[in-house]
């Protein structure tokens, strides 16, 4: 592969003075970088560092030294946008594009598809990125993936990666894991996350703890869910339970579902019915299962039958079997034969025996030979 090449001083310069130019409206230096870095696609570490970089040469340079240049033309429909001047970043940034500013068709692709018009984005990034623009490229792929072009996504990111955007590289490596390619996934990955990308980290995390390499799982989850991710510390607990670190899985199991993470709130779930906790495994089986979490739906209903709560178990394996869950069919079956509902009984039997439950199967045979005699 390719080595990753860096950015040019160009664009790190201009990146620092957009990062100055949006503190006011941040509100501070590192909410700025936060929105820069998205808007960019770079890691905000790599971004502080250029800011800290240009400030030092700044303050080196002579009271005489010459203004900041201007905001150029791309910058200029940033904050268009950032004041919600839709309209003028449009025609400012078509006037630039029409001109050969790749940039700034980069950036109208953006407007443009926020808008649904994705024909028109799709010319625009193309343009730019035939001619080297390394966002446009990723932008592109990223629009490819939508309409199932795989094959063409794959080689706008593999360019764009080669040039050095991590966020290509990034949604790269996640492509080559869905095609069952893991080893250069994990070099994509690893690239990207080594230079700050939290998504690389945390994908990376997941491929490596596929792999079997629970120590350097670790190290990527964590590093990912240190910067925020809650997916990231949600495969965290699972790297370190499944290493038997039961109290560190529990922490970051506990901070994701405290931040929403539904699935993380269902595995807390069940690590607190592991040890015994049932009546706090049952309050964040709850938190999931409205989420729409079916299987913590149906270990929910399952604590409440063994409570002898029967109604309030009957109608949360009713809810997780309409959605699917088979397993929550049978035992809504169980429950619904044991009261004497067997009409009924024999129905989610039936659904959960149609779905590959062979318990399901069994008890249906059985109940239908009952009834016959």
């Not at 003075?17 to 006011?24: N, T």
């Not at 800011?51 to 009271?63: I, M, N």
């Not at 069940?270 to 409205?290: H, V």
């Amino acid at each position: 592969m390719p080595a990753a090449q860096e950015y040019s001083d160009e664009f790190r310069q201009r990146a620092a003075r957009m990062v100055l130019d949006e503190r006011p409206q941040a509100g501070g230096q590192l909410e700025a970088i936060k929105r820069v870095a998205d808007q960019l696609s770079v890691a905000p570490q790599t971004l502080q560092r250029w800011v800290e970089q240009a400030g030092a040469k700044e303050t080196s340079q002579s009271s005489a030294a010459t203004p900041p240049a201007e905001p150029d033309t791309y910058e200029q429909g940033l904050l268009l946008v950032q004041r919600g001047e839709l309209d003028k970043a449009e025609a400012l940034w078509r006037t630039a594009a029409q001109a050969g500013n790749t940039e700034a068709a980069t950036g109208l692709g953006r407007l443009l598809v926020q808008r649904g018009e994705l024909v028109e984005a799709e010319a625009w990034w193309r343009s730019a990125a035939k001619t080297g623009n390394i966002d446009a490229a990723n932008y592109l792929g990223l629009l490819l993936v939508q309409r199932g072009e795989l094959n063409e996504a794959e080689t706008w990111w593999r360019s764009a990666a080669e040039a050095g955007n991590f966020a290509a590289a990034t949604v790269l490596g996640v492509l080559l894991m869905q095609r069952g390619e893991p080893d250069e996934a994990q070099t994509w990955l690893r690239s990207a996350a080594e230079a700050g990308n939290t998504t690389a980290a945390f994908n990376l995390g997941l491929l490596l703890k596929r792999r079997g390499d629970l120590h350097e799982a670790t190290r990527w989850s964590r590093a990912a869910a240190q910067a925020g991710n809650t997916d990231a510390a949600n495969n965290l607990g699972l790297v370190l339970e499944e290493r038997g670190q039961l109290y560190e899985a529990e922490t970051w199991y506990r901070a994701a579902a405290n931040a929403g993470n539904t699935t993380a709130a269902y595995n807390l779930g069940l690590l607190l019915k592991q040890r015994g906790d049932l009546d706090e495994a049952a309050t964040w089986y709850r938190t999931a299962a409205e989420a729409g979490n079916t299987s913590a739906a149906n270990n929910l209903a399952v604590l409440l039958e063994q409570r002898s709560d029967l109604n309030e178990a009957a109608t949360w394996y009713r809810t997780a079997a309409t959605a699917g869950n088979s397993n929550a069919a049978y035992n809504l079956g169980v429950l619904l034969e044991r009261r004497g509902e067997l009409d009924e009984a024999r129905a989610w039997y039936r659904t959960a025996a149609d779905a590959g439950h062979t318990t399901a199967a069994n008890n249906l045979r059985i109940l239908r030979g009952q009834q016959r005699s």
